[in-house]
């Protein structure tokens, strides 16, 4: 069974984007993965399309209605079992141990938000999971739904060509990834460490190790185990 993507989106011409090229583009041309994105206008009934209007209580921007967002996933997901997402800045940080949650599963419907918002009632009537890839503010979800697509369908099994690359990363156990080299032997002055060299397996290793906790704990404390407060 292929990994199943359905974006809902006011801009499916932004699909699959670079997602379509290198190894998850050649994976997606192979079947290990779908994607359709679908244009939420369409579930608009009015003849002007209308997607989004004032927010109640007044303020600035627009939002999307509830009833046509509603209508677009009902048409995309009903009797489905795969999350539903929605890109927002507000939402949880999307992690590497959610990422292969996702990768694991049958796919993802992934709601683009647009304008000021979306309308509360839908993310709680729909159970929409929210999402963010980071604390900045995008012009739209589709971004986000590409960078939490590409992180998913390059470690779905067969789309890297060395399955361990998706193994010794970042984030994948609990510190930052360590140093890499590779010839020449000297640039610019700088050489690779001895130890990378020296044909000493257990000791590169050791290496490797300690670097990632040194890079975690001047970079990323907070990816480290914190003491226990009495």
Same mark, same amino acid.
């Given at each position: 069974?292929?990994?199943?993507?359905?974006?809902?989106?006011?801009?499916?011409?932004? &699909?699959? $984007?670079?997602?379509?090229?290198?190894?998850? #583009? @050649? !994976? %997606? /041309?192979?079947?290990?993965?779908?994607?359709?994105?679908?244009?939420?206008?369409?579930?608009?009934?009015?003849?002007?399309?209308?997607?989004?209007?004032?927010?109640?209580?007044?303020?600035?921007?627009?939002?999307?209605?509830?009833?046509?967002?509603?209508?677009?996933?009902?048409?995309?997901?009903?009797?489905?079992?795969?999350?539903?997402?929605?890109?927002?800045?507000?939402?949880?940080?999307?992690?590497?141990?959610?990422?292969?949650?996702?990768?694991?599963?049958?796919?993802?419907?992934?709601?683009?938000?647009? &304008?000021? $918002?979306?309308?509360?009632?839908?993310?709680? #009537? @729909? !159970? %929409? /999971?929210?999402?963010?890839?980071?604390?900045?503010?995008?012009?739209?979800?589709?971004?986000?739904?590409?960078?939490?697509?590409?992180?998913?369908?390059?470690?779905?099994?067969?789309?890297?060509?060395?399955?361990?690359?998706?193994?010794?990363?970042?984030?994948?156990?609990?510190?930052?990834?360590?140093?890499?080299?590779?010839?020449?032997?000297?640039?610019?002055?700088?050489?690779?460490?001895?130890?990378?060299?020296?044909?000493?397996?257990?000791?590169?290793?050791?290496?490797?190790?300690?670097?990632?906790?040194?890079?975690?704990?001047?970079?990323?404390?907070?990816?480290?185990?914190?003491?226990?407060?009495?």
């Amino acid at each position: 069974m292929s990994f199943r993507a359905t974006v809902l989106t006011l801009y499916p011409e932004m &699909f699959p $984007g670079h997602l379509g090229a290198s190894l998850s #583009g @050649r !994976a %997606l /041309e192979r079947g290990q993965w779908s994607i359709d994105a679908v244009q939420i206008r369409d579930f608009a009934e009015d003849k002007h399309r209308t997607v989004d209007d004032t927010p109640a209580g007044g303020g600035a921007g627009m939002v999307l209605r509830p009833d046509v967002l509603a209508r677009a996933i009902d048409a995309v997901s009903q009797d489905d079992h795969r999350p539903r997402l929605l890109m927002s800045p507000r939402g949880r940080p999307l992690t590497q141990k959610r990422v292969r949650e996702l990768a694991d599963g049958p796919g993802v419907v992934i709601v683009c938000g647009r &304008f000021e $918002g979306v309308d509360q009632r839908v993310i709680d #009537g @729909r !159970a %929409l /999971e929210e999402v963010s890839i980071g604390d900045y503010i995008l012009s739209g979800g589709e971004p986000a739904a590409l960078t939490l697509l590409d992180a998913v369908v390059r470690i779905l099994p067969g789309v890297m060509g060395n399955e361990l690359s998706g193994v010794h990363e970042s984030f994948e156990g609990g510190l930052l990834e360590h140093p890499h080299y590779t010839r020449p032997q000297v640039f610019e002055g700088r050489e690779i460490p001895a130890v990378l060299t020296s044909g000493n397996h257990g000791a590169i290793a050791k290496w490797r190790e300690a670097e990632a906790r040194r890079l975690t704990e001047a970079r990323r404390p907070d990816l480290l185990p914190q003491p226990v407060k009495k």
